[in-house]
């Protein structure tokens, strides 16, 4: 049994940045993906085993992921956050570099992310 633990969320103005942090069980793709209220979960970032990432255009350059396997910890670095960033966010894990949810098969609880204007 794969299992994610999220950590890093909170609130943050406008401008601001936040890193969160995912431990996981095993070596595996590790995606970001987020929910906005009333909103459908979006890809946000994600990064291979062997150090391949991808993001979705709107955090591009704004956002970075990067993983520590020797911890089992992937990490999502959000700078110059905006209030649309505020959203809960999941780590998954997947088999191959995706953006889309059904090719992840594991998921954290979230953390929730909050940017006031």
């Known amino acids: 049994q794969v299992q994610l633990v999220e950590s890093g969320g909170g609130v943050v103005q406008a401008g601001g940045s936040l890193r969160l942090s995912c431990t996981f069980s095993s070596s595996y793709v590790m995606g970001w993906f987020r929910q906005a209220p009333g909103k459908e979960r979006e890809f946000v970032a994600a990064?291979?085993?062997?150090?391949?990432?991808s993001y979705a255009d709107s955090v591009k350059g704004r956002f970075s992921i990067s993983r520590d396997n020797a911890k089992n910890t992937v990490y999502l670095q959000m700078n110059s956050l905006k209030p649309e960033d505020t959203a809960v966010y999941y780590c998954?894990?997947?088999?191959?570099?995706?953006?889309?949810?059904?090719?992840?098969?594991?998921w954290g609880q979230g953390t929730q992310v909050t940017v006031s204007s």
């Open positions: 990064s291979g085993i062997s150090g391949g990432t």
């Open positions: 998954a894990v997947g088999s191959f570099l995706s953006r889309r949810k059904a090719d992840y098969a594991y």
